[in-house]
């Protein structure tokens, strides 16, 4: 299994375009999440999902749309970039039916810079 | 909705000695406390993780304590190597249906050898 892959891994977008950073698991988790990581800041969670078709905001939503069309891909995209949205992004998946645990399986993240 | 606290940011050990890494959380509700470490340019990876309904748990050299009545819980690692220099981050979540995991800010640990 190659667990969860996101591309690409770094990114620069000028002010005000638009992108789709992608994420994809293999492992047939029902749960996928998208968080932000800043410095100092922890990890923020933008949106996530549990099964095809259902989608949520998480803590930090907003400049932000995702889709989740089949178990193994939930793109996050960003419509308008701002200086705001640089940060590390990771993706992350979970078996949580697998008798309630919630260990998440992380990408490596993409990093993003908006000038 | 659940808050986690995470202090101090930053702690630097001398190889060999332990490090204790302290959590709070708000929610009395949460019930699973996941620790993860994160390499620099790598994603968090889980560790060690505890339910509410056990007070400890280790695993060779680290262990995670569960003091459900104050609301915190800590990470110790004894003997401590270089390649335990990461940041690592505490989690918290009610497990089930609509479950996701709250993080701390995360502390950076340094080993020196």
């Known amino acids: 299994n190659a667990g969860v892959t996101q591309t690409p891994k770094f990114r620069i977008l000028k002010i005000g375009q638009s992108m789709t950073l992608q994420c994809t698991q293999d492992?047939?988790?029902?749960?996928m999440y998208w968080y932000r990581q800043d410095p100092g800041m922890g990890l923020k969670l933008i949106y996530y999902?549990?099964?095809?078709?259902?989608?949520d905001k998480g803590e930090v939503p907003n400049g932000y749309n995702v889709s989740r069309s089949t178990t193994e891909d939930f793109p996050l995209r960003l419509e308008l970039a701002a200086p705001s949205q640089t940060s590390v992004y990771f993706c992350?998946?979970?078996?949580?039916?697998?008798?309630?645990?919630?260990?998440?399986?992380f990408g490596q993240g993409t990093r993003l810079t908006v000038v | 909705g659940e808050n986690v606290e995470q202090h101090p940011s930053t702690l630097s050990v001398q190889e060999g000695d332990s490090a204790v890494i302290k959590c709070t959380y708000s929610?009395?509700?949460?019930?699973?406390f996941p620790w993860y470490k994160q390499e620099l340019g790598k994603g968090p990876q889980l560790i060690i993780d505890?339910?509410?309904?056990?007070g400890e748990k280790k695993d060779q050299r680290i262990a995670v304590t569960l003091n459900k009545t104050a609301k915190h819980f800590s990470l110790h690692i004894t003997e401590t190597q270089p390649e335990d220099s990461a940041v690592y981050f505490c989690?918290?979540?009610?497990?089930?249906?609509?479950?996701?995991?709250?993080f701390g800010k995360g502390i950076t640990l340094s080993v020196r050898p």
């Open positions: 492992m047939n988790h029902n749960y």
């Open positions: 929610d009395s509700a949460s019930n699973y």
């Open positions: 999902s549990v099964g095809a078709g259902i989608t």
């Open positions: 989690a918290a979540s009610i497990s089930g249906a609509n479950s996701k995991l709250t």
């Open positions: 992350a998946s979970s078996p949580v039916d697998r008798g309630g645990d919630t260990e998440a399986f």
């Open positions: 505890i339910r509410s309904n056990v």
